[in-house]
């Protein structure tokens, strides 16, 4: 516990500072996205190849959406794989 304790106390250091606060709320989204539609995926025991195929793409393609470092994750995608999931998105500027 010690461990987490320091990395929030840096954290909340480092989230201070503007440019730092941006590139992390910017990974934190695609991260949240990503690691989302795996947990939806396998709570409805879908496997990647049969969402990709529900999709009309390829497993590859489903990896990488829920790759928490893929930053290329397009409304239009998401929309798509949320469609399949049975999911609806709710897009909320705040």
């Given at each position: 516990?010690?461990g987490v ?10 989230l ?36 990709a ?17 893929n ?6 995608t ?6 399949e999931?049975d999911?609806r ?6």
């Amino acid at each position: 516990m010690k461990g987490v304790r320091r990395f929030r106390d840096r954290l909340k250091k480092d989230l201070k500072n503007p440019e730092f606060r941006k590139a992390f709320e910017e990974e934190e989204v695609f991260a949240f996205l990503a690691i989302q539609i795996a947990k939806i995926r396998q709570k409805k025991k879908l496997s990647q190849k049969d969402l990709a195929r529900r999709l009309h793409t390829t497993q590859q393609t489903v990896s990488r959406l829920e790759n928490p470092h893929n930053k290329s994750l397009s409304l239009g995608t998401l929309i798509k794989v949320a469609h399949e999931l049975d999911k609806r998105i709710k897009v909320e500027l705040v």
